[in-house]
């Protein structure tokens, strides 16, 4: 038997080795109802005021912006016939969808717009004209057709001959009066036209004879 060795015996190391423990994945917690209204009872405060702010200020703006009154003036197209001022002309044909678009392209143009805009006096109109903040001087014709235009519709009624003017403003007096008078202008037009026609043809008569 060997006894205990001091001096010069070799060393002998065990090697020990960590346990791991390893814990089973846990399923996420979702966000349930219950912590949605638990983080609405949270802030309740806070979103009721963003709640009443929104209501105001949406208040607010719907009365700052101005009414506008709609008016409307109906015009009735008849068609035209072939020969003016002859009585044994047959009937004319009745109004296509194309003609009724050019009649709208007429009531809708800038001419018609200029003429009644100076009958009326609008380009003095702050409602259309606003004047320059220093110089006090009215702008030039084209932007007060263009906010005139911009408050005019003008539309055929289904598959008619009858067209409705409409004029938006915020005098429903000078609504009125707007579309009564591009309806009056564009009658006289048709009439002016009507006459020059009838003229030609007695002009084409007497050369005739």
Request: aromatic letters at 8%.
């Amino acid at each position: 038997m060997g006894g205990p060795c001091l001096k010069g015996c070799p060393l002998s190391l065990s090697v020990y080795r960590p346990l791991i423990a390893h814990a089973p994945p846990q399923a996420a917690q979702g966000f349930e109802l219950a912590d949605f209204i638990g983080l609405i009872e949270k802030h309740k405060k806070l979103i009721l005021q963003v709640t009443i702010a929104t209501f105001f200020l949406a208040l607010l703006f719907a009365f700052s912006l101005p009414t506008l009154w709609t008016s409307s003036a109906v015009v009735m197209l008849e068609p035209r016939r072939s020969t003016i001022g002859d009585a044994n002309a047959p009937p004319p044909a009745p109004l296509d969808p194309a003609t009724t678009q050019n009649q709208i392209q007429i009531l809708t143009s800038s001419d018609l717009a200029a003429r009644v805009i100076d009958d009326l006096k609008l380009y003095e109109d702050t409602e259309f004209a606003r004047p320059d903040m220093f110089s006090g001087e009215y702008p030039s014709a084209e932007p007060v057709i263009d906010n005139f235009e911009r408050r005019l519709t003008v539309a055929a009624v289904g598959l008619s001959t009858t067209i409705t003017i409409t004029f938006k403003s915020s005098d429903p007096k000078k609504a009125a009066a707007i579309a009564n008078a591009l309806a009056e202008a564009y009658l006289a037009d048709q009439v002016n036209y009507e006459n020059e026609a009838t003229d030609r043809k007695s002009v084409v008569k007497g050369k005739s004879v």
